[in-house]
DNA sequence: CGGCATATTGAAGAACATCAAGTAAAGTGG
DNA sequence: CCACTTTACTTGATGTTCTTCAATATGCCG
């Protein structure tokens, strides 16, 4: 498999070569810019597959870069990552919401930029299923607004008249119905590029349910109109739909069955596996999580929950330590009745 | 709006001329034929709305009626109603089989016949919503295979590879899933019209529930083959499907959250509510269901389930006779707690 | 460091499942 | 068509599971 050309944007020498061997070593093909007019000559000349930008630099800043390199067709869906030194949350803000894909701050590990440029190039293959050139409804994500959310924020909530469809390009996000006793169920945990809240919007309906940000997360915003007119048009989105739709509706029959007939214990063990899957990345097992999350991923009070929490603790399945889930035994939660 | 014109093909004069006049009371335009040839022409040439058929005729009997007229395409899709004096099952599973819509047997009382015709009438109007004419993959019913079930047949069960997607023509099924202690929860009941198992065709998956037929019923088989090709190929069908699923999803979400968190009282309340919309059709409230639909229906006991129906008799919300439920208080069964 | 939110444990009782036993209904084969 | 068998329905008694209310503990934030 012929390895990855990578663009990288910096006025640091030091810096730039450095990450440029870095990459080389690890078979990337690199090109170099020392500002950022050059980057955005370099980068519709060469079109790399995916692009570091520093953020503070002569001539025209990162920001000047993605917004130029935003414009263009061709560069439109080059992965593009920032780096930065300042660590500060409205700038990493600001650049997820011109369409930046992620945030790298100064300094950083070798693993770490690695790790993010392989995940990078990863999705961007995913998200190109969608981007189909052609026409002006061929693309769903063409008119896609691009908003960043706080944890506890909530996007839509029930009644909300559907104005986008969601796609969860970096976070975490729940979706939950609450009965008039204000008890609440977990319908769905999305991650990283899930669709969302695209559920009422064929029957014309209102939104069902409640999508809250569990941390910080950016978000695509697809209008409906784009949405409903490509389902219509384009074959790829609605059997891609179609098929997210079926899925949906086999994980939400078997959620019936467990809530119908699976006791507490073993559906608090089932959402910390779900939780895990999603939390738990790269090796380090270990969450923090509140306790009501998992209590409506399981259908049952928050005290229950914890209940079980301190018999898995007991039997060595999990630790907890100051309010932090471990699983210790990933295999024993999700086999049968234990 | 205009009435809708139905051609009578029966050899007894007294019958047909007093079946025609019953018609044309009603409205109705009415064309008779006095065999089967005779029929066979005047339903190519008149091409009427519904046609009735007698099955005991000279020169051709009703089923070689039916199955010439079903391989024209102008007449395929017209509603086709058998008369007949003797009410066996085989005789009717014939008819059904060949692709009749319904049955009547003689003697019948006028609101008896003209229900029926009214009924498919009205549903033909349905169904011809999938018949765009056109080329040959244009009708998802084209090659349908038409099968009766008696009650308590499976179709299908957990794990069995999709061959077809079906269409409940006539009668009732209940698809369900086990757990592996071996209790069910009812996914879905289905009733006249409805599709099922077309669920998880789209992940090539194998199906993950069970249908199971209730009571004797009108099958037709649609190959998945044509299924797939027509979801791909066909707007309106995919966008119906589309809906379908959706539609379905929202249903399930708010099953989900009754049975993470209503009482067993509520839930059982709901199932009858549920059954006496499938069941308690045209005005009398009574309907015969086994108690351990009941009860897998709200995700319970059977003894529990019985228990709470004795409570619903008692508070006189329903009426038990000879294990036959009647509906007394629909509107107090459907509201909140009580 | 105090105040607020979240997490944890305890105890009492309601809700529900299970087992057991009896009754009514529905097939079945002579 | 009837005795007989089988299946479905119903009720009672008992014990488990889970919720609820209450009290305490811990972590978090300015």
Redesign the interface.
């Not at 939400?252 to 699976?262: D, F, G, H, P, V």
């Given at each position: 498999m012929k390895k990855s050309s990578i663009l990288i944007i910096e006025d640091n020498v030091d810096i730039r070569e450095n990450i440029s061997e870095l990459l080389m070593l690890s078979g990337y093909t690199t090109y170099e810019a020392p500002n950022g007019k050059l980057g955005v000559t370099m980068a519709l000349e060469r079109l790399p597959d995916l692009i570091l930008c520093d953020i503070m630099m002569p001539e025209l800043d990162g920001y000047g870069v993605l917004h130029i390199l935003s414009k263009h067709q061709q560069t439109l869906h080059i992965p593009f990552i920032f780096l930065t030194a300042k660590a500060e949350k409205t700038d990493m803000r600001r650049g997820m919401t011109l369409g930046a894909d992620d945030y790298i701050t100064k300094p950083f590990d070798e693993s770490e930029l690695l790790v993010a440029i392989e995940n990078r190039l990863k999705k961007s293959h995913h998200k190109l299923e969608f981007a189909t050139v052609g026409g002006q409804f061929n693309d769903l994500f063409a008119h896609k607004v691009i908003k960043t959310y706080g944890a506890k924020q909530l996007i839509y909530t029930e009644g909300d008249t559907p104005a986008y469809i969601y796609f969860l390009h970096q976070g975490k996000v729940k979706i939950v119905?609450?009965?008039?006793?204000g008890?609440e169920?977990v319908?769905e945990l999305c991650s990283n590029d899930d669709f969302f809240g695209?559920?009422?919007?064929?029957?014309d309906?209102n939104h069902?349910?409640t999508a809250e940000v569990l941390e910080d997360s950016v978000i695509w915003q697809i209008p409906v109109e784009d949405f409903t007119l490509l389902?219509?048009h384009n074959?790829e989105v609605?059997?891609r739909?179609?098929?997210l739709?079926?899925?949906?509706?086999?994980l939400?029959?078997?959620?019936?069955?467990?809530?119908?007939?699976?006791s507490v214990r073993k559906r608090v063990a089932n959402a910390l596996v779900a939780l895990s899957d999603i939390y738990a990345v790269n090796g380090h097992f270990c969450m923090r999580v509140p306790r009501e999350l998992i209590a409506s991923m399981a259908?049952?009070s928050v005290e229950t929950a914890i209940r079980m929490l301190s018999e898995f603790k007991a039997d060595a399945y999990i630790d907890i330590a100051s309010s932090e889930i471990t699983i210790l035994n990933y295999e024993m939660l999700k086999k049968?009745p234990f």
């Open positions: 119905k609450m009965n008039k006793d008890k169920v319908l695209y559920w009422g919007v064929l029957e309906q069902q349910e389902l219509v074959r609605s059997m739909f179609l098929k739709l079926s899925k949906n509706l086999l939400k029959e078997n959620k019936m069955l467990e809530l119908a007939y699976e259908g049952t049968a």
